[in-house]
């Protein structure tokens, strides 16, 4: 519990104490998620975890039935907007796929916007609305949800935390294969990235 707490306070104080803000997105692995949006000026924190379902403590292994993988974006609104964030969101996921990302399947590597106030989820619909009129043969399939408790994996699966840095061959060799980036890339073209 004591972890917990400090999370919390971390991802809304930021890594140096200064006011930073977290946006939550689901949008399949979160090893993968975790890696982009680290790469976006004014992210700073990215922290994978589960969020959306009832269940308690969700864990990676055991049961995590009903929730999202996702992961809480720490950013510094000063520098990166939330509405930036949604734009770069949708660039790197398949928002037609309801039955989970690329070659993830199943209910928890659904996509999906969590939204915390009235604000967010003005931004969050407008920018759904402009994604859906650039694809308007297709269905967009990623809700947006009010935030829910989001439960970070810690302890013995702490691993799962920047593993695209911890364990970078395996992490590239399981991103190439899974296709991720060819199909981010069919959908978006060369804004994807």
């Known amino acids: 519990m004591q972890r917990l707490l400090i999370l919390t306070l971390f991802l809304l104080l930021g890594a140096g104490g200064a006011r930073a803000d977290t946006a939550i997105f689901a949008g399949g692995c979160f090893w993968c998620m975790e890696a982009d949006f680290e790469k976006l000026p004014g992210v700073g924190e990215v922290v994978s975890g589960f969020t959306g379902g009832t269940l308690k403590n969700p864990t990676y292994n055991g049961n995590h039935a009903g929730h999202y993988e ?39 590597y659904r996509t999906a916007i969590f939204v915390a106030n009235a604000s967010e989820r003005t931004l969050a619909e407008e920018s759904k609305r402009q994604v859906a009129a650039r694809f308007p043969e297709q269905t967009i399939v990623t ?27 395996r992490y590239q060799y399981y991103r190439r294969s899974c296709g991720r980036d060819e199909r981010v890339k069919a959908i978006w073209g060369d804004t994807g990235h």
């Open 70 to 108: 996702a992961v809480a974006v720490n950013y510094d609104p000063k520098l990166v907007g939330y509405r930036q964030l949604l734009d770069y969101y949708w660039r790197h996921i398949d928002p037609f796929d309801a039955g989970g990302q690329f070659c993830d399947r199943g209910e928890s």
């Open 143 to 169: 809700p947006i949800l009010a935030t829910a408790t989001f439960y970070p994996i810690q302890g013995e699966e702490s691993y799962h935390q920047d593993f695209y840095k911890k364990s970078s061959l």
